[in-house]
């Protein structure tokens, strides 16, 4: 049966303010090792035995943001002749209808006995090795018909996550173990996050497993399940799905979903849609280190403390100071006789925090949204298909940015009406188009845009080409580009 993992890269992670932000979230994240979340998940399934293919399911804005990541690790032996599939959401619609194209597109490529294997994005899992012993026990379950969860074993009665109820007496054994080796249990229910008695009456009970979101099904069997229990959600999304532009390459194919259409398909999880309301349901208990990373104290505790329980990363010099964590990548922070905190620095934001009110930081990132600040949606450095680029200082007239473009990169051929540029290479070499002349412009040497002037900026090297711009003008802001000519489609 093939199997093909499905990554859903998706939501804010708000709870992770100011590192996650809606256009770097969660996923995004990187941990000690360099890697991030996202690239975890992805070498999570491409991995697995038998896998030759990858699907995604990830924002229209994060595409070009996800396949960089992919990149930096496609190396490895078990994952180089992949095939990368993508499916483009043009904004959120929760995980129904993610699942519910995934699965559409899944069947329709490899028909509907494929199996998918639903990984979030942004899910820490210690364990590889027993992650596939239940994957490969999710899918034999899967081959009889199932809808398959992951449950995993509760260490600590926790509030933050939803919980399933299993019933020990109705057991699903391996086939052909030759024992009745346990490969799932039934589903009696499930439930919300509860409060800390009801939690631990949960642990307690033995029959409780913490929901990690994670799933197995064929295709087909998902498909039958959304027709009886969702059938709108599913009518909707097969509607989106043939209307929807599909780009295909050799090892690559993208499906971007078309916003109006998409925008008519309910907006629902996949466990309120199907599971809750399906008798097919099975979990597979599990302990595979999992963590859904889903608060700075989470995240903290993959630091190793110090004497004083203090967890680190960056340059950080303390005095009388206890059980906090303290994360800057770029400037030193001194702290003094504090106890319990979480101090988290980024260059245009910092966050202070009350350890035991780490779930609460949602509710700044949710101010900052309602008021539109832009430090909910953006960092200071912003990536963009062709490379990136840093605000280093802004004042009334002027912006100066640091710009990074990939080697063979260009941006669009495009024209401010309210500013000029002065451009300043560091290092590398740029191709210019400004107006009617086209021009090479090399390290310590500088040109100039005027308003009003169609331009392009290249870097036909094979380094990255990095630059100053110096914008002036009565109007700075991002939106005033008209574009003529894009590569990326964003014309």
Known sequence: MKLIPTVLCGGAGSRLWPVSRELHPKPFIRLGDGQSLLQKAWLRGAVLPGVAEMLTVTNR??????????????????AKDLTNRFILEPFGRNTAPAIAAAALQVAAAHGEDACLLVLPADHLIADQAAFARAVSRAMQL????????????????????????????????????GEEECAGLAVSRFVEKPDLE???????SGRHLWNSGMFCFQAGTMLREMQQHCPDILAATRACLARSRIAEGKGFSQVD??????SLVP?????????????NVAVVPCSIGWSDIGSWTALGDLTAPDAQGNRIEGEVTLHDVSNCYIQSKQRMIGAVGVDDLIIIDTPDAILVADRSRAQDVKHIYARLKATGHKAYRLHSTVHRPWGTYTVL??????????????PGASLSLQMHHHRSEHWIVVSGMARVVNGQQELFVNTNESTYIPAGHRHRLGNPGLLNLVMIEVQSGEYLGEDDIVRFDDVYGRT
């Open 61 to 78: 804005e994060l595409f070009f943001k996800t396949d960089d990541e992919y990149r930096e690790v496609a190396a490895i032996p078990a």
């Open 142 to 177: 899967a081959a009889q018909g199932k809808l398959v969860t992951f449950g995993i074993q509760p260490d600590a009665p926790e509030t933050g996550y939803g919980y399933i109820e299993a019933d020990p007496d109705f057991v699903f054994s391996l086939e052909g173990s």
């Open 198 to 204: 009801k939690a631990r009456e949960y642990v307690a």
């Open 257 to 262: 979903l078309d916003a109006a259409t998409f």
């Open 267 to 279: 907006d629902d999880s996949i466990d309120y849609a199907v599971l809750e309301k399906s008798s």
């Open 393 to 406: 200082e802004e004042g009334r007239n002027f912006k100066i940015k640091r710009i990074e473009v990939k």
